[in-house]
């Protein structure tokens, strides 16, 4: 018996994946979900004879050789958060539809896609997205190859420039690729099939490759096994249905009246009373027509009603059991692989929270650069906000992926940072936010407890009081001066100490380069110790030399004639 080949369709944010699907099934999935993209892997069953209605004009001559009952697509998420996710998805994935848009190329997340994909060895088409908004294209056939030459040749010449580009940018990363109708050998040349998910221009050619390599690649692969195997997409409770699961069941078969084992902060075993499957082609997640069946086999999107289903969490695996003694042998499994994934206090670093053991996976990919002292699935604690109070400043921050916090007001009064929400690149790019105005914070203090440096001069003619203290006018030749500064002669002697500084009028605490001021100088007369056209130097200790020779903002050369003048080493 063969099943559906599982399709993984990988690429960066907003380069067109989901759209692609929503061309297919005439809906629009990615503006209902949290930050318009992606952020669970999706099931589209496409049957057989749907394919053959979109594509039959190629398809017909080879009818009967096609084995597969369809194409079960995987809607991963684009985003450079979910890494393992999508390394996941690859792992299940028997072919991959790896989405550039012609007008960016690669990116980062692309590029970890095309990683991947190599990882695993997964054959994969390069779907070349959004030709439709190329400059003068023009939508005339849904056949790429008939509609290129109906372009006009500035349409043409503008394609092939940006096809050539992402031609090269792939040839850097040492894959082999070639417009679809073109390639002579598919297993040493990717496959390229340009297409819109606006348009609806290139799909058709798009299931060609597809159904193609299925064949090519496939046949000896597809075959179901013994032990069924799944992984859940959501956890609902509806008016009609009552509390109920989405799963892809992407090995073995499902019938109601299984028990399956599914993995969690603790394992749980949900008795399966119902399999509902969608009545038409729909992603699982919006469909909201079902009808019952007994029985599944992979690959398969399917909606479970069963006992003890509200306690799932989403992105768990899950397992048929026909036994005791295999329950028991998950059960050990299960419990080893939750303790690899999670950080139990570590010495130092931020605490991450996830709903999933995928989504911890993923916040261990984003945040996996700095340091991390937690690391759990579940809600935060009295024990988390207690390590975080404690920790430095630059480590009190909680992350929380899909899970509520209730600690919100101890968090703020204990300066804890704590940044929550659905969308995973929301949190990171907040978290790098504080962190960068934490470092600018820190910086800004830094400097403000640093010692300033100074080269001054004593202008001739600006002399409005001689002693006690003296004022005198002044001009910054280097660095900055400040209040409460002593002042030394050129041979190292203490002068005095700076009263105040007045410009135009107004009191400064300091003053620039280039700024002139009425310097008030206690301890200090003119005609004796200062005298017109002097110069001087803010005194510093050797302490304070040591520590500025290491500070990146100061003056090197005014602090290396001013160690020469006191005899630092």
């Known amino acids: 018996m063969f099943r559906q080949p599982i399709v993984t369709v990988l690429g960066h944010v907003d380069h067109g994946?989901?759209?692609?699907?929503?061309?297919?099934?005439?809906?629009?999935?990615?503006?209902?979900?949290?930050?318009?993209?992606?952020?669970?892997?999706?099931?589209?069953?496409?049957?057989?004879?749907?394919?053959?209605?979109?594509?039959?004009?190629?398809?017909?001559?080879?009818?009967?050789?096609?084995?597969?009952?369809?194409?079960?697509?995987?809607?991963?998420?684009?985003?450079l958060a979910f890494s393992s996710m999508r390394e996941k998805g690859g792992a299940?994935?028997?072919?991959?539809?790896?989405?550039?848009?012609?007008?960016?190329?690669?990116?980062?997340?692309?590029?970890?896609?095309?990683?991947?994909?190599?990882?695993?060895?997964?054959?994969?088409?390069?779907?070349?997205?959004?030709?439709?908004?190329?400059?003068?294209?023009?939508?005339?056939?849904?056949?790429?190859?008939?509609?290129?030459?109906?372009?006009?040749?500035?349409?043409?010449?503008?394609?092939?420039?940006?096809?050539?580009?992402?031609?090269?940018?792939?040839?850097?990363?040492?894959?082999?690729?070639?417009?679809?109708?073109?390639?002579?050998?598919?297993?040493?040349?990717?496959?390229?099939?340009?297409?819109?998910?606006?348009?609806?221009?290139?799909?058709?050619?798009?299931?060609?490759?597809?159904?193609?390599?299925?064949?090519?690649?496939?046949?000896?692969?597809?075959?179901?096994?013994?032990?069924?195997?799944?992984?859940?997409?959501?956890?609902k409770k509806e008016d009609k249905l009552g509390s109920n699961i989405d799963v892809i069941l992407y090995d073995g078969t499902l019938s109601a009246g299984d028990r399956i084992l599914v993995e969690g902060l603790e394992p749980i075993e949900i008795k399966v009373r119902a399999l509902l499957k969608p009545v038409s082609i729909q992603d699982i997640r919006v469909e909201k027509k079902f009808i019952g069946v007994e029985k599944i086999s992979a690959s398969s999107g399917v909606k479970i009603i069963g006992k003890n289903v509200e306690h799932a969490i989403a992105g768990s695996n899950f397992f048929v059991i026909k036994s005791e003694a295999e329950k028991e042998k998950l059960l050990s499994e299960m419990s080893s692989d939750k303790k690899s994934r999670e950080i139990e206090d570590s010495k130092s670093g931020i605490i991450l929270r996830a709903r999933t053991i995928g989504n911890l996976e993923a916040l261990l990919n984003v945040f996996g650069s700095f340091p991390i002292r937690r690391a759990k699935v579940?809600?935060?604690?009295?024990?988390?906000?207690?390590?975080?109070?404690?920790?430095?400043?630059?480590?009190?921050?909680?992350?929380?992926?899909?899970?509520?916090?209730?600690?919100?007001?101890?968090?703020?009064?204990?300066?804890?940072?704590?940044?929550?929400?659905?969308?995973?690149?929301?949190?990171?790019?907040?978290?790098?936010?504080?962190?960068?105005?934490l470092e600018k914070q820190v910086e800004a203090e830094k400097e403000e407890r640093m010692k300033k440096i100074a080269k001054i001069k004593f202008l001739p003619d600006f002399v409005f009081r001689q002693s006690n203290?003296?004022?005198?006018?002044?001009?910054?030749?280097?660095?900055?001066?400040?209040?409460?500064?002593?002042?030394?002669?050129?041979?190292?002697?203490?002068?005095?100490?700076?009263?105040?500084?007045?410009?135009?009028?107004?009191?400064?605490?300091?003053?620039?380069?280039?700024?002139?001021?009425?310097?008030?100088?206690?301890g200090a007369t003119v005609g004796r110790q200062i005298r017109e056209g002097d110069i001087m130097y803010t005194f510093i200790t050797r302490e304070d030399y040591r520590a500025l020779k290491n500070y990146n903002k100061v003056n090197l050369e005014l602090l290396e004639e001013i160690r020469k003048i006191l005899g630092y080493r």
């Open 17 to 79: 994946k989901t759209t692609l699907l929503d061309y297919i099934r005439d809906t629009r999935v990615a503006r209902k979900e949290a930050g318009g993209i992606t952020q669970d892997i999706g099931a589209t069953n496409v049957p057989m004879d749907l394919i053959f209605e979109i594509a039959g004009v190629y398809l017909t001559p080879i009818k009967d050789r096609i084995k597969i009952p369809g194409l079960l697509f995987i809607d991963t998420p684009g985003h």
């Open 92 to 235: 299940i994935a028997d072919l991959a539809v790896l989405v550039i848009d012609i007008n960016e190329g690669l990116m980062p997340q692309t590029k970890e896609s095309l990683e991947i994909l190599r990882k695993f060895k997964t054959p994969f088409v390069i779907a070349l997205t959004k030709i439709d908004r190329l400059s003068g294209w023009r939508c005339h056939d849904k056949d790429f190859t008939g509609n290129f030459e109906m372009q006009s040749e500035m349409a043409r010449q503008e394609f092939e420039k940006k096809f050539y580009s992402r031609v090269s940018e792939l040839a850097e990363m040492n894959f082999n690729v070639e417009l679809f109708n073109k390639v002579k050998d598919f297993t040493k040349e990717v496959a390229v099939v340009p297409c819109s998910g606006t348009t609806g221009e290139g799909i058709l050619n798009l299931f060609v490759v597809l159904i193609g390599l299925s064949q090519k690649f496939l046949s000896e692969e597809l075959e179901v096994s013994k032990q069924g195997k799944g992984v859940i997409l959501e956890v």
């Open 378 to 437: 579940g809600v935060p604690t009295k024990e988390d906000m207690l390590l975080l109070e404690n920790a430095p400043r630059e480590e009190r921050a909680l992350i929380c992926f899909g899970v509520e916090n209730s600690f919100a007001e101890q968090a703020a009064a204990k300066k804890i940072k704590v940044i929550e929400g659905n969308v995973i690149y929301h949190l990171h790019e907040e978290f790098l936010a504080w962190r960068e105005n």
């Open 469 to 522: 203290p003296a004022v005198i006018g002044v001009e910054v030749i280097e660095g900055t001066l400040e209040e409460k500064q002593k002042l030394m002669n050129t041979e190292g002697r203490i002068l005095g100490e700076v009263v105040q500084l007045q410009k135009e009028g107004q009191i400064f605490k300091k003053i620039e380069r280039e700024d002139r001021a009425a310097m008030s100088i206690s």
